[in-house]
């Protein structure tokens, strides 16, 4: 099975300053959720780790996922699996859609969890936009 599915929840989302990189791969986008924790950083994006609560997004279906990838793992400072200078990491996790509809997308969690809690502020909510329109 190929996953062309993409789960954003930061600058790449609808609106944000890095959309344009994913805009010309978009086939279709829905306002989706995933279980994890979401962080503010100071760097003007935010990350994602594993965890319980809910974090809010997009899923994107992308045409040519390939190079949709290549150009996303170059945002993402991401140069393949447990490669020790990943900024993120590229993973398939579950993500809701369209009430409870399951399906797997990609998406990129931060390398190096511990480090969150010493720059970054978990966002209350789990939505990044909402933190962003009041900055």
Same mark, same amino acid.
């Given at each position: 099975?190929?996953?062309?599915k993409? +789960?954003?929840?930061? /600058?790449?989302? /609808?609106?944000?300053k890095?959309?344009?990189l994913?805009?010309?791969?978009?086939?279709?986008?829905? =306002?989706?959720?995933?279980? @994890?924790?979401?962080?503010?950083l100071p760097?003007?994006?935010?990350?994602?780790?594993? @965890?319980?609560?809910?974090? +809010?997004?997009?899923?994107?279906?992308?045409?040519?996922?390939?190079?949709a990838?290549?150009?996303?793992?170059?945002?993402?400072?991401?140069? @393949? =699996?447990?490669?020790a200078g990943?900024l993120?990491?590229?993973?398939?996790?579950?993500?809701?859609?369209? @009430?409870?509809?399951? &399906?797997?997308?990609?998406?990129?969690?931060?390398?190096?969890?511990?480090?969150?809690?010493?720059?970054g502020?978990? &966002?209350?909510?789990?939505?990044?936009?909402?933190?962003?329109?009041g900055?």
């Amino acid at each position: 099975m190929s996953i062309n599915k993409v +789960f954003v929840y930061g /600058t790449l989302m /609808t609106g944000m300053k890095n959309h344009y990189l994913v805009e010309p791969y978009i086939k279709s986008v829905k =306002p989706a959720r995933v279980a @994890g924790v979401l962080y503010d950083l100071p760097y003007g994006y935010p990350a994602m780790t594993a @965890g319980n609560t809910l974090v +809010f997004g997009e899923l994107m279906e992308l045409a040519n996922i390939t190079e949709a990838l290549i150009v996303l793992d170059r945002l993402e400072d991401y140069h @393949g =699996p447990d490669e020790a200078g990943n900024l993120y990491d590229r993973v398939v996790r579950e993500v809701v859609v369209s @009430g409870e509809e399951k &399906v797997l997308a990609y998406m990129y969690l931060w390398a190096k969890p511990a480090e969150l809690e010493k720059v970054g502020v978990i &966002v209350p909510g789990g939505d990044w936009k909402v933190i962003m329109r009041g900055k």
